[in-house]
């Protein structure tokens, strides 16, 4: 059963990078098997999917994030990572790691509450 | 504005059957599977039903989906006080190139 964690800071300052981490346990992120993402929620809103990679390095990102968005694989720590830049207000929101395809997201962490504020 | 639409708000009184929908178009629904997603109060959401009407193990028989033309929907039978949460529907958009999501419809149990 796998299992997801993010970690990264709580508050970031506008114009700046949102940098978080999420860590894999019960598989191996190099797997073949696997594709890893990130989706994230602003605070009282929906859902919004941010992107996959593929442990080759494959990417599909949203369109209208693509821009800002890197998302990258950690093989020798069995983690992956997302980072945004020029973060404004409208990315505070808990952002969640994910294991799936594009629309079906099998497995989800927690959640980390990401806060955009001066 | 989501590009799939869903109620905003459901309910219905235990042991019921209630049925959310999940409006979308030609390049979305019509041309990709449909999933749906539970997410209790405070919780990660949780994938409740994939390829349009697929339960993951451990989903009960009470959710099952549907899906025809540009609309999907999900079905909870046997309604009851812990199925209270947010539901979301998600596919693949070929227009945009992105998955999209319904905005979520509120279930209460009364």
């Known amino acids: 059963q796998l299992q997801l964690q993010e970690s990264g800071p709580g508050l970031v300052k506008p114009s700046e990078t949102l940098s978080l981490t999420c860590s894999v346990s019960g598989g191996s992120i190099s797997s073949s098997s696997y594709y890893w993402g990130w989706i994230r929620q602003p605070p009282g809103k929906g859902l919004e999917w941010i992107g996959n990679i593929y442990y080759s390095g494959s990417t599909y990102y949203n369109p209208s994030l693509k821009s800002r968005v890197t998302i990258s694989v950690d093989t020798s720590k069995n983690q992956f990572s997302l980072k945004l830049s020029s973060v404004t207000a409208a990315d505070t929101a808990v952002y969640y790691c994910?294991?799936?395809?594009?629309?079906?997201?099998?497995?989800w962490g927690q959640g980390t509450l990401v806060t955009v504020s001066s | 504005q989501s590009v799939l639409t869903q109620p905003p708000s459901a309910s219905g009184t235990p042991g019921q059957r209630v049925t959310i929908s999940c409006s979308g178009s030609s390049s979305n629904i019509a041309s990709n599977t449909v999933n749906w997603y539970q997410q209790l109060p405070g919780t990660a959401p949780k994938l409740l039903i994939y390829?349009?009407?697929q339960r993951p193990s451990g989903v009960p028989d009470q959710f099952s989906g549907s899906k025809s033309g540009t609309s999907a929907s999900l079905a909870i039978s046997g309604l009851q006080s812990e199925d209270e949460a947010d539901y979301y529907c998600?596919?693949?958009?070929?227009?945009?190139?992105?998955?999209?999501f319904g905005g979520g419809t509120k279930l209460t149990v009364l």
């Open positions: 998600a596919t693949w958009d070929d227009s945009l190139n992105g998955v999209v």
């Open positions: 994910t294991e799936g395809l594009a629309a079906r997201q099998d497995y």
């Open positions: 390829r349009n009407n």
